[in-house]
């Protein structure tokens, strides 16, 4: 039962990331509400690995780790470059990209 | 071991809750490194210690440092424009969303198997061969992001030109 | 050596290459060498290969070389594979030989054009061109070379390309062709899906099993080849562009529009004579193509005033020569005469482009004259050429080839007595209008004074292709002439050697060699009386009222020009003009559409990125959603 309540832990964080990346404006939030969705990604990798005793499971996590590392590092960078550039952090305010 | 987990899956969600609606970033940045603490103790518990360390180290440990670096760079943060963004009126929505997502997946998790076979360790050689056997290419492809990261934050991080394009 | 015949194009592909890439840093000595260089050493390579060859040439009849695969799929493989027979041999060491002498004469006549690096690449280019057509052992390779010839006849018919007449002539020719291409290929993808085989020697055993002579399939196909054989040489009905291709440098005309490329289309019905063996109506076809082609150039070419356009009428004319030998039968008869012409239209163009720069560039022979004294040796040479055209006998190639090709038409039991007799009068025409331009250029007095005589480059190629205007006739003589009948033997490995309806005997052949001869003599005789500028009988016969009439319409080449363009392009361009409209607002249409719909799909671009992490969200749900029922 322990892995099924983790899963439903991992959804349950998830949902949490994914009203704090919607609700939130400050760009700085939506990047910590994204690390939280990522967590709970690997949440669930490590449950199904811990389910099934394989190894994909942290295999996974070992990847998604990376990935946020790299986004992080890049992501951090534009928040930077933005608040250089537009001297605010709202995202509402980078629309440039309009259709 | 049960009552472990369900402490801390409480002070996860808790301390994440936190970090989605708390207006100071630093204090929003505390709250994720207890929720990852109490997350790395869940991996634990499911017997997977090797990413409980790293997700310690690395999550809790380099990538809150980089956050933490970010908001000294930008400087005092407007608090009260922080608070004047979060109406309860902009809750409602993703609320609505995220809550039709929890019931979709609660309902499948629900509706899968529930054998009794729980946590089952595995071993730490076992994750080596597997990554450097069937998932090399999996770690070529993740040193080829890490590489593009690592240029990328270094392009980015540059204060740059006085005329913006 | 024979492992050496892949160099053969090779070399001037690399050449074109290092021209293409590097020629504008290039000094012109060393354009020079690269551009003769790498066409001389081909010319070597054949003489060792060709040497080779022919030291175990009637136990060996071919030599099969096969490089890469170039076409792989399934059912189909096309490999870049060369094939050296008999044929083919002959075919490289005129290309090669012809080529390169007329890269030496260029080294000079071109030497004062900016193009220097453009003129010797597109040169080398075709050379690679035309000896992967002769060379090739499948007929996509050989379609490849047949369309880089025709590309680069494009290149240099349009090398001034500063004037727009000279584009046109350009786009003209490769128009045309075009036509005859086609034909040519979707003859090819008959063959292929018939006989699933494109290799030009099994094809043609396949085709002959599978299909009797006469059959409706290899008439069809013969057809089809005719056709790209009729557009290549410029034959009736697609003879128009020759003409005009004369905008070209001299040297261009000399090699491509006169020695090699437009007797591609006799290549490719000697290479493919055991499938047009298959189809008897479309031989007979392909002998009245030629007898028409050769009388309709023939007359044109009495009345031309720009020297090079008469040049082009009489090549016209004698590849209609080649064409009625094959149309009766006499295979080994054509190539002999292939092989002559080659040497002394080279001759004849090279000589009259001597004459051309001598006098700055002037190219109506009714301001040229009296050069006799001013330029002799070009006179001589020009004189050997044109005797050699006219068939003067005994002492000139032309006369061999010629007289077998007649006798052929006489005794062959493909042939018909009309077709002789046209190939008479043909003869005697040909003797009229080519010594109508010695007459015109170099008797009579002075007109334009010419500016200089041409240097050691220019003077080396013509003697050269003098003495071999003259002598190559002496590899194939008459049973009733020391019946020396090496040609033929050489070839009979190859090509089926001509049957004779019975009773033709020496004394017959004779007899028809004696009409032949005076029929070439007549014309020459005539050509001195009509022409000779005390004479100038031909002057007062043009002012007759027949006179009046006949001339423009020979010299516009019978009106086809005119024809073409009243029922073809006119209407052509008349129905696009038209019909613009109805298609222009089909595409309007769809822009309207296409812009609605953008207009559309650009609102849901917001630019906020929360906006666009909530679609995700939606699509991730509905996804579940679908997953969970």
């Known amino acids: ?99 | 071991m049960e009552v472990l987990f369900y402490i801390a899956a409480v002070v996860t969600l808790v301390a994440t809750v936190r970090v989605i609606t708390h207006v100071h970033a630093v204090h929003a940045l505390l709250y994720l490194v207890v929720a990852l603490i109490a997350l790395a103790l869940i991996f634990y518990l499911l017997g997977a210690q090797f990413a409980a360390a790293l997700e310690i180290i690395i999550y809790g440990g380099a990538i809150m440092v980089l956050f933490i670096f970010v908001v000294m760079l930008l400087g005092p943060l407007a608090v009260e424009q922080e608070k004047s963004w979060l109406t309860p009126g902009t809750w409602v929505g993703p609320s609505v969303l995220a809550l039709v997502l929890l019931g979709e997946v609660g309902y499948l998790i629900a509706a899968g198997d529930h054998l009794p076979i729980d946590v089952m360790e595995t071993r730490r050689k076992g994750i080596s061969i597997v990554l450097y056997g069937p998932y090399i290419i999996g770690v070529e492809l993740a040193s080829m992001l890490l590489l593009p990261g690592l240029i990328g934050a270094y392009h980015l991080g540059r204060r740059v030109s006085k005329e913006p394009r | 050596m024979l492992r050496l015949l892949w160099l053969i194009p090779a070399l001037p592909l690399a050449g074109f290459l290092v021209l293409a890439l590097f020629g504008g840093r290039f000094s012109r000595r060393q354009i020079v060498w690269v551009g003769c260089g790498s066409v001389g050493t081909a010319a070597l390579v054949t003489a060792l290969v060709g040497a080779d060859f022919l030291r175990g040439f009637p136990d060996r009849p071919s030599y099969h070389q096969t490089l890469w695969n170039w076409i792989d799929t399934s059912g189909m493989t096309v490999g870049v594979s060369w094939y050296l027979d008999a044929l083919s041999l002959l075919m490289v060491a005129v290309i090669t030989g012809i080529g390169f002498l007329i890269h030496l004469y260029s080294v000079e006549y071109m030497s004062g054009d900016d193009g220097y690096a453009r003129f010797f690449a597109y040169m080398n280019l075709f050379l690679a061109a035309m000896l992967t057509l002769v060379l090739a052992d499948n007929l996509p390779l050989l379609y490849l070379g047949w369309e880089g010839v025709g590309l680069c006849s494009y290149l240099l018919i349009g090398f001034w390309y500063r004037e727009p007449e000279y584009g046109a002539a350009a786009q003209k020719a490769f128009i045309v062709t075009r036509i005859g291409d086609t034909a040519f290929a979707v003859g090819l993808f008959i063959l292929f899906t018939q006989l699933k085989s494109l290799s030009i020697q099994q094809v043609q055993t396949l085709a002959a099993d599978a299909w009797p002579v006469g059959s409706n399939l290899a008439v069809i196909v013969a057809v089809l080849f005719l056709a790209g054989a009729v557009g290549k040489s410029a034959q009736l009905p697609l003879q128009v562009w020759l003409p005009d291709a004369m905008a070209g440098p001299t040297p261009v005309s000399a090699l491509i529009h006169a020695a090699t490329m437009v007797t591609a289309g006799v290549y490719l019905i000697a290479r493919m004579h055991r499938l047009f063996e298959l189809a008897p109506p479309v031989l007979e076809a392909v002998a009245v193509i030629g007898l028409l082609t050769l009388l309709l150039a023939a007359c044109s070419a009495l009345v031309q005033r720009d020297i090079k356009r008469a040049l082009a009428y009489s090549t016209m004319s004698q590849i209609g020569y080649m064409f009625l030998a094959l149309g009766v039968g006499a295979w080994s008869a054509a190539l002999f005469h292939f092989l002559t012409h080659s040497c002394f239209k080279a001759l004849l163009f090279l000589a009259a482009g001597s004459v051309i720069h001598s006098l700055r560039h002037e190219q109506d022979i009714f301001r040229m004259g009296g050069l006799r004294r001013q330029l002799p040796l070009t006179f001589w040479t020009f004189l050997i050429g044109a005797a050699a055209m006219s068939g003067v006998p005994f002492i000139t190639s032309g006369f061999y080839s010629k007289d077998w090709i007649l006798w052929s038409a006489w005794s062959s039991p493909l042939s018909h007595r009309w077709i002789w007799f046209g190939a008479l009068l043909g003869t005697l025409l040909t003797g009229l209008y080519s010594f109508r331009l010695i007459f015109r250029v170099f008797f009579g007095e002075v007109r334009t004074p010419p500016s200089g005589a041409p240097g050691v480059a220019m003077l080396v190629p013509l003697v050269v292709l003098a003495f071999f205007a003259v002598t190559v006739g002496f590899l194939e003589l008459p049973r009733t002439l020391g019946d020396l009948p090496l040609f033929s033997q050489y070839l009979s490995h190859v090509l089926p050697t001509i049957e004779t309806i019975p009773g033709m005997d020496e004394s017959v052949e004779a007899h028809e060699q004696i009409a032949v001869t005076c029929s070439a003599l007549l014309g020459i005789g005539l050509a001195a009386v009509l022409f000779l500028p005390r004479a100038n009988v031909a002057d007062r016969l043009a002012g007759t009222s027949l006179g009046r009439t006949l001339l423009p319409f020979w010299q516009g080449g019978w009106g086809f020009d005119r024809m073409y363009d009243g029922l073809i392009v006119r209407p052509w361009l008349h129905l696009t003009r038209e019909s613009g409209e109805i298609i222009d607002r089909c595409y309007e249409s769809l822009v309207v559409a296409a812009e609605s719909f953008h207009g559309w799909l650009s609102r849901t671009q917001t630019g906020h990125v929360r906006w666009y992490a909530a679609t995700v969200a939606v699509g991730a749900l509905v996804l579940l959603g679908l997953f969970a029922m």
């Open chain 1, 1 to 99: 039962m322990l892995t099924t309540h983790a899963l439903v832990l991992a959804i349950m964080l998830f949902c949490i990331g994914l009203v704090g990346l919607l609700s939130r404006r400050n760009i700085l939030y939506m990047l910590l509400s994204l690390e939280i969705m990522l967590n709970a990604a690997s949440l669930a990798f490590i449950a199904g690995g811990a389910r099934w005793g394989q190894a994909d499971g942290e295999i996974m996590f070992l990847f998604i780790l990376t990935l946020a590392a790299a986004e992080v590092s890049v992501a951090l960078g534009i928040v930077l470059q933005l608040s250089y550039r537009f001297k605010t952090l709202d995202a509402d305010a980078f629309s440039e990209m309009k259709g």
